[in-house]
């Protein structure tokens, strides 16, 4: 059975017609056509859906989207600050931390919560930040490079 | 089908009396259903909005931890991680911080894995549940709760509302440990729990120490209190570690077998009971455990 509601993603409001039981990934993807966050493992592993929900990461493969009513999503289309690139994303194709790409949108969400919580955090910080997203190019210390480049760039 | 958010607890429990089933992050229920475990229920209540079912509260009674406490709430209260350790020990292992956001204390309770990390924390620390229903409540110790693998004794229009623990004692400490093969996004293999209150010579004056991931249900250590009562904290780690090695009834899966497992719970439950001891003595070590001090994986 379809439900209908809103759903608040980057600041506009979509209607959204889809089934209750319907994953907030899908309906990202599907119903409201951003399709910048990835379906990896579909089981709550791997962190590629990764978005954020009232500022704080979710996977949304295996969050409802009918939950995120009256919250405010954020995927990876809703972090450029204008034309310009979000210093994380900046940073990390400055350091060479995007590889195939693929878990970057998930990486990118996870560190933004992470730096938003924890403005210089120290290197284990920083890894227990990115710890619910794999990156199977095993790209992990250039990431970490990046994340880092940009807490001291964010706070100079 | 339907879907409700409710704001207050007496909402929630009109859905729950009328068939529905609760979510608040859905970290278990969502991917089970994905996994073919349980389907999802067709009629669900979101009570992830109910601000009463929130927060920390000091009372003449102990303390009242609300069951919608995300795991990131657990593990960095000030009343938790002063005087109940170990529970924030085991909210900070859960998942990554995505499942510790959305994930709640109440949920890893009601879930009712035997391998929930917050059952052994809880369960020497003395907690018992508060469950609610349109025909009142009822306040029961977590050993009647927990029936099964995946089963608990609430009826179905039943919520848990609260946990409760007693008052802090003076040089008590608690710990949670457990082993695991990675560090984020993983199921203990095996993990212990231990309270260990210190008489003023240093001996050991009460001890707890509780169980996970290695019977049905968490398991409380029989005669633990009787056999470390009097002993020094260094001699008591080996002798709760062989009692829970003993007591232990493990299966095989394909994480570790039952021989694996019984012999690891014993390495756990003696770091478990050391860590503890070591925090009632007033040493400080940080949460979790498992990171401070390099138990579990490397």
Same mark, same amino acid.
């Given at each position: 059975?379809?439900?209908?509601?809103?759903?608040?993603?980057?600041?506009?409001?979509?209607? #959204?017609?889809?089934?209750?039981?319907?994953?907030?990934?899908?309906?990202?993807?599907?119903?409201?056509?951003?399709?910048?966050?990835?379906?990896?493992?579909?089981?709550?592993?791997?962190?590629?859906?990764?978005?954020?929900?009232?500022?704080?990461? #979710?996977?949304?493969?295996?969050?409802?989207?009918?939950?995120?009513?009256?919250?405010?999503?954020?995927? %990876?289309?809703?972090?450029?600050?204008?034309?310009?690139?979000?210093? &994380?994303?900046?940073? &990390? &194709?400055?350091?060479?931390?995007?590889?195939?790409?693929?878990?970057?949108?998930?990486? %990118?969400?996870?560190?933004?919560?992470? &730096?938003?919580?924890?403005?210089?955090?120290?290197?284990?910080?920083?890894? %227990?930040?990115?710890?619910?997203?794999?990156?199977?190019?095993?790209?992990?210390?250039? %990431?970490?490079?990046?994340?880092?480049?940009?807490?001291?760039?964010?706070?100079? | $089908?339907?879907?409700?958010?409710?704001?207050?607890?007496?909402? !929630?429990?009109?859905?729950?009396?009328?068939?529905?089933?609760?979510?608040?992050?859905?970290?278990?229920?969502?991917?089970?259903?994905?996994?073919?475990?349980?389907?999802?229920?067709?009629?669900?209540?979101?009570?992830?909005?109910?601000?009463?079912?929130?927060?920390?509260?000091?009372?003449?009674?102990?303390v009242r931890v609300g069951a919608?406490m995300?795991?990131?709430?657990? $593990?960095?209260? @000030?009343?938790?991680?002063?005087?109940y350790?170990?529970i924030?020990?085991?909210?900070?292992?859960?998942?990554? @911080?995505?499942?510790?956001?959305?994930?709640?204390l109440g949920?890893?309770v $009601?879930?009712?894995?035997?391998? $929930?990390?917050t059952?052994? @924390?809880l369960?020497?620390l003395?907690a018992t549940a508060e469950?609610?229903?349109?025909?009142?409540?009822?306040t029961?110790?977590l050993?009647?709760?927990?029936?099964?693998?995946?089963?608990?004794?609430?009826?179905?229009?039943?919520?848990l509302v609260a946990l409760h623990l007693? @008052?802090?004692? *003076?040089?008590?400490?608690?710990?949670?440990?457990?082993?695991?093969?990675?560090? !984020?996004?993983?199921?203990?293999?095996?993990?212990? !729990?231990?309270?260990?209150?210190?008489?003023?010579?240093?001996?050991?004056?009460?001890?707890?120490?509780?169980?996970?991931?290695?019977?049905?249900?968490?398991?409380?250590?029989?005669?633990?209190?009787?056999?470390?009562?009097?002993?020094? !904290?260094?001699?008591?780690?080996?002798?709760?570690?062989?009692?829970?090695?003993?007591?232990?009834?493990?299966?095989?899966?394909?994480?570790?077998?039952?021989?694996?497992?019984?012999?690891?719970?014993?390495?756990?439950?003696?770091?478990?009971? *050391?860590?503890?001891?070591?925090?009632?003595?007033?040493?400080?070590?940080?949460?979790?455990?498992?990171?401070?001090?390099?138990?579990?994986?490397?």
């Amino acid at each position: 059975m379809t439900t209908s509601y809103e759903l608040d993603v980057n600041g506009v409001t979509y209607p #959204v017609n889809a089934d209750q039981g319907k994953n907030l990934l899908s309906v990202i993807r599907e119903n409201v056509g951003l399709t910048g966050t990835k379906e990896g493992c579909d089981d709550c592993e791997c962190g590629a859906c990764m978005v954020l929900l009232d500022g704080q990461p #979710v996977n949304s493969c295996s969050y409802l989207a009918v939950q995120a009513q009256g919250r405010q999503v954020t995927t %990876i289309e809703g972090v450029m600050d204008g034309p310009e690139m979000h210093a &994380l994303q900046r940073n &990390l &194709l400055e350091a060479g931390g995007v590889q195939c790409g693929f878990c970057t949108p998930g990486m %990118i969400m996870s560190a933004k919560a992470l &730096l938003e919580r924890d403005e210089r955090p120290e290197l284990d910080a920083a890894r %227990i930040g990115l710890s619910g997203n794999l990156c199977r190019c095993t790209g992990y210390a250039k %990431i970490l490079s990046a994340v880092e480049a940009t807490a001291v760039e964010l706070n100079t | $089908m339907s879907f409700t958010i409710a704001t207050t607890v007496d909402e !929630a429990l009109v859905a729950l009396g009328a068939g529905a089933r609760p979510i608040a992050g859905g970290t278990d229920l969502v991917v089970g259903a994905r996994h073919g475990k349980a389907a999802l229920p067709a009629d669900l209540v979101a009570i992830d909005r109910i601000d009463e079912l929130g927060g920390v509260e000091l009372d003449s009674a102990g303390v009242r931890v609300g069951a919608l406490m995300s795991h990131a709430e657990v $593990m960095t209260d @000030p009343v938790i991680v002063g005087s109940y350790t170990a529970i924030a020990d085991a909210s900070a292992l859960v998942g990554s @911080p995505s499942t510790r956001h959305v994930g709640t204390l109440g949920g890893n309770v $009601m879930n009712g894995s035997p391998a $929930m990390d917050t059952g052994a @924390p809880l369960t020497v620390l003395g907690a018992t549940a508060e469950l609610r229903s349109v025909t009142g409540g009822r306040t029961v110790s977590l050993d009647e709760l927990w029936a099964g693998p995946g089963r608990t004794t609430a009826n179905p229009g039943e919520l848990l509302v609260a946990l409760h623990l007693p @008052p802090a004692r *003076d040089r008590c400490g608690s710990a949670y440990v457990r082993l695991e093969y990675r560090r !984020a996004m993983e199921i203990a293999v095996v993990g212990a !729990a231990a309270a260990v209150t210190l008489a003023a010579d240093g001996t050991v004056a009460s001890v707890a120490v509780a169980l996970a991931a290695v019977a049905p249900t968490i398991l409380s250590v029989d005669g633990v209190n009787e056999a470390l009562v009097g002993r020094t !904290a260094a001699a008591a780690g080996p002798v709760a570690g062989a009692l829970a090695s003993e007591q232990a009834a493990p299966i095989s899966d394909l994480r570790a077998s039952d021989r694996y497992r019984r012999h690891c719970i014993g390495v756990m439950a003696k770091r478990a009971v *050391d860590a503890a001891a070591r925090r009632a003595d007033g040493e400080s070590i940080a949460v979790p455990v498992n990171r401070s001090i390099g138990i579990g994986a490397a």
